[in-house]
């Protein structure tokens, strides 16, 4: 695990230089990156010596610290807003973080400690425990989703389920949340022909910030509607931005950037979308990490990034699946899932496959406190494997 960690840190570090363009503003990038990639693994060497059953006993502290930061956002001069969002918690004036990572681990230990003690089986005999799951879910979930922050929120959803099921939870359940989940996309998909109808009969832009939230107030949904473009980009571009200069303008530009990288790409700062800034620059080095990489590296380099996150998957579950027991089960389970769920849906985003959503590619995309986040999941998960024939303490 820390020689695939290393490998995809050393395309981030590679190509966040990159994604730079040169920029003074931005030619500190890696050297943060190279930082908390420092610390990290600092943090992930300590946390793989602690026995995972301390996580299990404390998983009630971490979960509730976790709580405590998220409402922390909504102090006055404490939460930070950026670009619309409640997401950053300012600590002074080179200090700040995202305290959804805290929360996201907190909630996967609090998750697992619950499955780990109960007795999971028919839907019956597993009511109590679904009913501190959920409650455990949903608070955390509905505080991120507050922010707004759609795309940390959507993690925490299929991580659950991947739980329930590893705890052999009837099969009763999944069908009704399939249901469910139907539901609410039928729902979402009416509530966005009622936003494009809005937005016609009263002659709104679809691309005016002035105007955005203006249909919120009848809406079916509780999304922004800066939310509701993103995911109008996605299923019908033609309707909101029919010229590709508005909204839909990075997942465009994204599309264009991997295609031209060809099969062996243009090399090491070659590429032009994102140096030209087609690509734009605040975007380029973190959620679009990728897309620099595919240009720059083509088809085989794109390749060999999926590669080593592939590797870094499989290493997870085959911890999670000689783990000495159900807590060490569910939490490389868990931790899998989430990793998985950045994957998918970053690259997905980046070659138009799901509306864009600004959620980074593990131990790829810039920023310190994703990074530090995945570093505390992957030392769990060696934990897991180092402790495995050991007692618990």
């Known amino acids: 695990m820390p020689i695939v ?14 994604a730079s363009g ?9 050297q943060k990156q190279l930082v908390w990639a420092t610390l990290g693994f600092a943090i992930y060497f ?17 979960y509730y610290i976790g709580i405590a930061l998220l409402l922390l956002l909504w102090v006055p001069h404490v939460g930070e807003i950026r670009e619309g969002s409640r997401r950053w918690l300012n ?6 973080f995202q305290p959804v990572e805290v929360a996201k681990i907190g909630t996967l230990l609090m998750v697992c400690s619950i499955l780990a003690r109960s007795q999971v089986g028919t839907f019956r005999n597993s009511l109590i425990a679904l ?25 925490l959803p299929p991580m659950t389920l991947a739980l329930l099921y590893a705890s052999n939870l009837t099969t009763r359940f999944f069908r009704v949340a399939a249901l469910v989940a139907l539901a609410l996309v039928a729902l979402l998909t009416v509530d966005l022909i009622r936003y494009v109808n809005f937005v016609r009969e009263n002659n709104f832009s679809f691309t005016d910030p002035d105007q955005h939230g203006l249909y919120e107030k009848q809406a079916l949904l509780p999304l922004k509607d800066y939310q509701r473009n993103r995911i109008l980009v ?9 010229h590709g200069i508005g909204a839909s ?7 264009i950037t991997v295609g031209s990288g060809g099969f062996f790409g243009k090399g090491w700062k070659e590429g032009t979308q994102a140096r030209l800034g087609y690509l734009p620059s605040t975007v380029a080095h973190n959620d679009f990490i990728f897309s620099v990489i595919a240009e720059e590296t083509g088809f085989v380099g794109a390749v060999i990034v999926l590669g080593l996150l592939a590797a870094l998957i499989v290493v997870t579950l085959y911890v999670a699946s000689r783990a000495a027991d159900r807590f060490g089960r569910l939490l490389g389970v868990g931790v899998c899932v989430i990793l998985m769920t950045h994957i998918f849906v970053n690259i997905a985003m980046t070659i138009g496959l799901m509306p864009i959503k600004g959620i980074p590619l593990p131990f790829v995309s810039y920023g ?4 530090l986040g995945a570093f505390v999941l992957t030392g769990m998960v060696a934990s897991v494997d180092r402790f495995r024939l050991s007692r618990a303490p």
């Not at 040169?22 to 890696?30: F, M, N, Q, R």
């Not at 979930?141 to 759609?150: N, T």
Request: glycine share 4%; net charge neutral.
């Open 131 to 155: 009913l501190k799951v959920a409650l455990a879910v949903m608070i955390p979930f509905v505080l991120i989703f507050a922010q707004p922050d759609l795309g940390s929120a959507m993690v």
């Open 234 to 242: 996605f299923a019908a571009p033609e309707v909101v931005d029919p």
């Open 46 to 62: 300590m946390i793989s010596r602690v026995h995972y059953r301390v996580f299990l006993e404390r998983a009630h502290w971490v």
């Open 22 to 30: 040169g920029l003074a503003v931005d030619a500190y990038y890696w």
């Open 91 to 96: 600590l002074g004036p080179i200090l700040s």
């Open 368 to 371: 310190g406190s994703f990074l």
């Open 5 to 18: 960690i290393s490998l995809l840190l050393a395309f981030s570090l590679a190509f966040i230089v990159s």
């Open 249 to 255: 303008w990075n997942q465009r530009q994204s599309l």
